[in-house]
């Protein structure tokens, strides 16, 4: 075939091809642009998962009569012209390409009335083809109504999900821009059942409560904008006491579009290192501001990649205040939070730090519910005993004398026994706890790892006997790699042969295990870390975690109590007492009220 330009008309089916994927991208094309227009209420009617019909209302600025058909023309937008700025683009749209996509593929009815105008107009375009506007009376604002999308591209039919899918996709999507502009009012209908519905009210909270639920709403922590900044980050994210198990609660958006972005997803993950069980992730809504003229959106047809010229510094913006909002927030474990159902001795309130993840409330009588501690009520406990200096004053948290950031603080525990050689159990301020010995030693342990790690002043103890353990293919080269931060930490480490490895020294923390058959199981488990990657923290962190887990005092080993009471003096001097390094409690909390409640003492 001889080179020829491609028809306007295939030319838009093609790029309909990228912009228009499936039910769930009209809406968000179509909703894009009710936010474009100023709309402070949409609704999306979806029938039969938007297969049969898509229509999108909302009441903004709306669309002059004469301008109508040209909305329809490839390339025509009002939202820039020949002198914007490619990159600093303050609208969702600016490709022009929405509307003719989508009506290349569908049969369109728009109905528009500008704000100027007293009349509205109506414009039919029927797979691609336009008939001619007609004059008709409307409320102020736009009506796009989506007609058997794709009847005329088969192949796109036939990736079309069942209507079910569909729905849920659309609900996601839309959930997701209702937490991103909390001052619109959304409204979901699929085949005349409501399925989502925000207020507008413009409170972030409101919206996360009509698209997650109460439970969820009550339990996130606000993020507020550090200062008044070029860039600054804000918004509410999960406390610790409530996860899941996948990433699509994470919802990130910069200067008002949600994007989707694996490094700026996992920085949060990173920031809740240590707070969250392995493999477990938290609920957030993060809005970053940044200058316009520092993120691209014109990366991807469906504009939802962008590109930062400061990547970095948007990361470390996003990773420091979320973690700083963590690190004053975290409560005491309470217990029964972990179970996930309400059979038992207590019913306290909580989130699962395993199991289901679900946050499950037990109310046993009216008025009885207990709440996780806020970061006030840690406030208090640090105020209420004096002998233990506050890390946290009235005016906001203080800087500890911890890598500058603000701390969680362990309550005033007294201790009182072992039981079953796992737990340490102590009376406190607000009832009975019991420290989990190993988790508790665990947190010590990477403490000081960590420390001394970034002091290099790692103390290194040699084997007796060196121990060569054999590598699983392709593990050689990754150990190559980490020699360096192996040698910090203390491990002598060298290639022995093709797949082997002869260690001759191993960290002091582990001297207890300085057997090589110890040593070799230990250096085992931490390339398994190095491999698996997960939610940790750099390797480092794992690694360290990894090592600090097999130094670490077990369950099933006698405590004396002197033992136990020095393990928690020297909790109390960690940066996050209440956790272990893989995010498990170290203590839990039977409550004063619960105990008075449960022995009918009122
Ligand atoms: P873009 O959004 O990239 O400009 P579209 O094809 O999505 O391109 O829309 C074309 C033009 O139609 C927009 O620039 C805007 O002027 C107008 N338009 C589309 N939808 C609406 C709406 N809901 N309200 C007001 N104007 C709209
Ligand atoms: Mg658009």
Not at 187 to 209: N, P, Y
Not at 301 to 330: C, M, T, W, Y
Not at 525 to 536: F, I, M, P, R, Y
Request: proline letters at 6%; one cysteine or more; glycine letters at 8%.
């Amino acid at each position: 075939m001889p080179i020829k330009v491609l028809s306007d008309d295939l030319a838009s089916r093609i790029a309909a091809g990228e912009v228009v994927e499936r039910p769930a991208s009209v809406v968000k094309e179509l909703i894009e642009n009710s936010i474009d227009a100023a709309s402070t209420r949409i609704v999306v009617e979806l029938a039969e998962g938007g297969a049969k019909s898509i229509t999108v209302t909302d009441n903004g600025h709306g669309i002059p009569a004469v301008e109508l058909p040209f909305a329809f023309e490839r390339f025509a937008t009002s939202k820039i012209d020949e002198n914007s700025d490619l990159i600093a683009i303050g609208t969702l749209g600016f490709r022009g390409e929405a509307l003719p996509s989508i009506a290349s593929v569908s049969r369109v009815t728009a109905v528009s009335r500008s704000e100027t105008s007293d009349a509205g107009a109506r414009l039919v375009i029927d797979f691609g083809e336009k008939h001619s506007p007609e004059k008709t009376g409307a409320p102020v604002g736009t009506r796009i109504q989506v007609d058997g999308l794709f009847q005329n591209v088969p192949a796109r039919l036939k990736f079309m999900g069942a209507p079910g899918r569909e729905v849920s996709r659309v609900q996601s999507m839309l959930g997701s821009l209702a937490l991103v502009y909390p001052n619109i009012s959304f409204t979901l209908i699929s085949d005349s059942r409501e399925r989502l519905k925000t207020s507008g009210t413009g409170k972030l909270e409101d919206a996360v409560r009509a698209v997650y639920g109460s439970k969820i709403a009550d339990q996130m922590l606000p993020l507020e904008p550090e200062e008044q900044s070029a860039f600054s980050v804000d918004g509410l994210i999960s406390s610790p006491s409530i996860n899941r198990s996948n990433r699509n609660y994470i919802t990130l958006a910069v200067n008002g579009r949600t994007i989707q972005s694996r490094r700026l997803t996992y920085a949060v993950e990173q920031a809740y290192h240590g707070f969250l069980p392995e493999r477990r992730f938290p609920i957030a809504v993060v809005r970053i501001q940044t200058p316009l003229s520092d993120v691209d959106a014109n990366v991807h047809p469906a504009k939802s990649e962008v590109r930062f010229l400061r990547e970095d510094l948007v990361h470390a913006l996003v990773q420091r205040s979320i973690r700083g909002l963590l690190n004053v927030s975290a409560p005491v474990h309470e217990l029964g939070s972990g179970r996930t159902s309400g059979v038992g001795l207590l019913r306290p309130v909580g989130g699962a730090m395993s199991g289901t993840g679900e946050v499950t409330r037990f109310v046993t009588t009216p008025g009885s519910v207990s709440t996780w501690p806020t970061p006030q009520d840690s406030i208090q406990r640090g105020m209420e005993h004096e002998d233990k200096p506050a890390t946290q004053s009235d005016n906001g948290p203080e800087p500890s004398a911890v890598g500058g950031t603000p701390r969680e603080t362990l309550p005033v525990l007294r201790v009182v026994g072992q039981a079953r050689e796992t737990y340490i159990v102590c009376e406190g301020p607000e009832g009975i706890y019991l420290v989990d010995q190993h988790a508790a030693h665990e947190r010590v342990t990477y403490d000081r790892l960590q420390d001394a790690f970034s002091n290099q002043s790692t103390e290194s103890q040699a084997l007796l006997e060196p121990a060569v353990v054999d590598l699983a293919p392709g593990m050689l080269c990754i150990v190559q790699e980490h020699l360096e931060d192996l040698d910090k930490v203390g491990w002598d480490a060298e290639t022995f042969g093709a797949n082997s490895i002869v260690i001759r020294s191993v960290p002091g923390a582990l001297s207890s295990r300085a057997s090589s058959d110890g040593a070799g199981q230990v250096f085992i488990n931490v390339l398994d870390e190095l491999v698996q990657g997960g939610t940790g923290q750099s390797w480092v962190d794992r690694m360290l975690a990894t090592v600090a887990c097999h130094s670490s005092v077990r369950a099933g080993q006698i405590l004396p109590i002197e033992d136990a009471k020095s393990l928690l003096r020297q909790l109390e001097k960690t940066t996050h007492p209440n956790t272990c390094p893989h995010g498990r409690p170290t203590l839990i909390q039977l409550s004063i009220n619960d105990l008075e409640r449960e022995f009918k003492r009122r």
